[in-house]
C-alpha cells in the first residue's frame, strides 16, 4: 500500500483528538480534581478543562522538533476549542 503526500514530505503532522485524550471537563473525585489544581493542569475556557498528565510534558517535546507540526480536532465548541488551543 502506498500514501501519496499532499504537502510537504519534509514535515511530519500530529494530529490530537482534544476531549478524552487530551482533557476532560468532568472530574468527580474531589481528590483527583486537587491534584489537577495543585499540578496547575486546569484551563478555564468555557468550563473547567483537567489536562491530562504527561500532555503538556508531550507537546513540550513535540515543539523542539522543527519537522513536527501540531493539528487539533474536537467536536467541541469553537469558541472553547479556540480558547483551548489558540
Given at each position: 500500500m502506498s500514501i501519496e503526500t499532499t504537502s510537504n514530505p519534509n514535515f511530519i503532522t500530529i494530529v490530537c483528538d482534544i476531549d478524552g485524550v487530551l482533557v476532560d471537563n468532568g472530574c468527580r473525585n474531589?481528590?483527583?480534581?486537587?491534584?489537577?489544581?495543585?499540578?496547575?493542569h486546569?484551563?478555564?475556557a468555557l468550563a473547567t478543562n483537567y489536562i491530562f498528565p504527561g500532555v503538556a510534558e508531550f507537546f513540550q517535546r513535540l515543539i523542539q522538533e522543527p519537522n513536527i507540526r501540531l493539528a487539533f480536532f474536537s467536536s467541541g465548541?469553537?469558541?472553547?476549542?479556540?480558547?483551548?488551543c489558540p
Open positions: 474531589p481528590k483527583t480534581a486537587t491534584f489537577f489544581l495543585r499540578n496547575g486546569i484551563i478555564q465548541a469553537d469558541k472553547r476549542n479556540s480558547l483551548l
